[in-house]
């Protein structure tokens, strides 16, 4: 355990010792506070349409910190390799690849932390409330979807060679499993036979990180919490993906040739 | 005297693609080497003939076609028979976003070295490897003198048994050379194990207690260098090109 | 001894990484600067052909299918995110919700909004509405919550509306909601009256403009004079209408426009007391009201109340 965690530190140092961190927390600071100065009809309480643009901001900049991160770990220890004196250590590659896993799943925590503190205190700086809880529950399941997308990063990283390729790979696909996951047995059922059997077992097969990104919107309106016990539900539906893609990349790496 | 490091009929193959025909390599063909705790063993052979290929079946960087390979009686597909060795590959750079310092700190985590012990270790292996006035500045702003440095202060951390070094010395200028050369004696009268590959004859003939010379794969002479030059009569150099099988009049 | 010399670290101090920073920063300021100012610049270089607004500009004519996909998005914010996407049966949104509250856009929707999703497909569907909007809310009655007190939170769906207008100036339904809610939940009644004069700019006979534009003068201002004349306006542009289409039947949205309008002005003449007039606007009202009898009910009592005041004065 303590060497996972060593491992660990060193993927989390990488993140806030790089400047992408800070740069996408900025960026999407700036924007939300621009909208914000836009002039509604001279009503200064209005604060959805924020809600709603900073929470897709920061869904797709933990996207792109938790891919990239992720993606370069290995090629990067690979190509400047700093993997053979660390593998000549007394370290298991299964460890290896727990311990990235780790450590990146924290940063992205960590800037999650950052992300959501900003996003409360906009809200609140209207609407003068602080739903807690439900922030809680919601970025707790963006939480564990970050983990399901570094997990297939990890994996994506071991399979392609180039990072920039597991990156667009990584990319479109939770893109797409975030703005189709949702209607793709929808879709199937409009297919003619063999195409909808792919269909379903894609839509069977993928992890449905669509439903944490969905949480969007009830955070945006003030629904009402989700019960505890389905969030519970989805916390471990996610982290069954997780095991299952860390399964995968320590497959693959247990015998692939370092040199 | 016990066995530290041992191969048995080690055999690597590698599978290319030559102009998109599928061809194999064979890099390692039945080696057997073993080496005896203390003693400094020098591993000699030219460009190519596998060396490094071999520190990486012992490192379980790559899985060997076919024999074994144990250190300290350890298969070395387990974590744990790297327990108590030091490595330094042969190109390297270490993380650039680090410092020395940190760099230490993290492969002491991974020894699971104790903290307050891990912090003596480091100061002592900087301080052996000059790099004190350093520490605190990120890698990416070394030479690659002191890389080089940083990366036998990493292999010396755990205060190990058996050193693994491929070509400790290339790149390095006179001063460095000799920084290193005593380094590894150092070692040897402390009555540790090192291993070392190396193109540097006259080093060799210094600092090596026995050798042995690889070609192609294969193992062509193993025991002193005493031994080894007198068989051939001459000094090291010339019978290294002997063993090896170069003809100088060929190049003439 | 490998240190660097000074100047190097001089300049250094510089990096490239802080240079894009700023630059970034810089960026997003011109920007959003830009954003905010030049619509104004627009507005005052074009103060005559007010169609031609920065957005319109940049977008070109796909302007339309931006501002038609914003007013669904101020619709879906009416329902707190409760709505169908293009995968869903959505025939129960056909007509937006908010312009339907307005009284002045007849209805299309087939009324089913509770089940546009239909049963459950499978059980991942099933799970993942736990964590969605999954209830037929409006804003404008407390939203999730229920709470009428909160009624005010129809607020949020005014930037869409906003951008929806702007972008497309002839989207009547988006103009008829953002006014009809700048007046009747935040007490905007000013306000809502400039974006209803500035769509007639735009669309000067369109008798829903002038039909919501009468209700604020007599509502609002109790100004039965200019509310009556406004009215009367609408009526005849809606009467040119139906004649210009030449068809045998009135089509559904006239009838209901035809409607509501005689209906405000028969109320308008009862409010003045000017209870003749008032009876010939219901009797329009009853030619296209489903309901006949209930209209006829109240044209009698009036008749009885006009004589009832009549006779003592004999
Ligand atoms: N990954 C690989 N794929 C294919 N062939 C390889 C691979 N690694 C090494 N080889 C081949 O195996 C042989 C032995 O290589 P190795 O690196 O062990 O030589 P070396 O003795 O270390 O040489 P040098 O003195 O140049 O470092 C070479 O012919 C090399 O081309
Ligand atoms: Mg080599």
New binding site residues.
Partial sequence: MKIICAVAGVAVKELYRRKEFYVLLIVTILICLVMGSVNVFNDDKVIRYLKELALLLIWISTLIIAITTTARQIPAEKEQRTLLPLLAKPLSRNQLIVGKFLGCWVACGLALICFYIFFGALAASREHAWPLLNYFQAALLHWFALGVVVALALFGSLVFAAPSSNSTICFVIVATILCLGRYLDAVALAQSEPIRSIFYAIYFAIPHLEIPFGMRNLIVHNWPLVEWKFIALDAIYLLAYIALFLAAACLVFRRK?V? | MNTILKTEKLR?E???RQLGKATT?V??NGLDLAVQAGEVFGFL????????????VLLGF?QPTGGAAYLFGIDVRQPIARQRIGYLP?LTYYYKFLNAEEILRFYAKIFKIPNAEAEKRIDFVLKLVELQHARKRLIKTYSKGMQQRVGLAQALINNPDLLIL??PTSGLDPVGRMKVRSIIQRLKNEGRTVFF?S?EMGEVETICDRIAI?NN?ELKAVGSVSEISSQHGANLEKAFLDIIGFQPEAVA | MFGFPPQTRELKMISPRKISLLFIALLIFCFGLAANLLPQFWRIENENHQSQNFFALLLGDSSRIFANSFATKADAYYHSGYYPTIFDNNSAFKTLHMAEDTGAVASHNSGEEENFMGPPRDWIDAFGRHFIPNRHTHLDEGGPTDDLSKSDEVREILPWLKLSAELDPHNIQTILATSFFLRTKMNKTSDAEEVLREALRSNPDNSQLLFELGRIRFENYADTFRARNIWEAALRELQKQIVQKKEDKLDFDDRFMFEQLETKLAQLEEYAHNNGPAISHWEAVKIVSPTPEEIQKHIDELKQKTAATNSPAQ
């Fill in positions: 040739p040199n | 690597v590698f599978k290319t390599k890099a390692l052979g030219p460009n190519g003939a596998g060396k490094t290929t071999t520190m990486n790559i042969e491929d070509e590959s193109h690889i794969g």
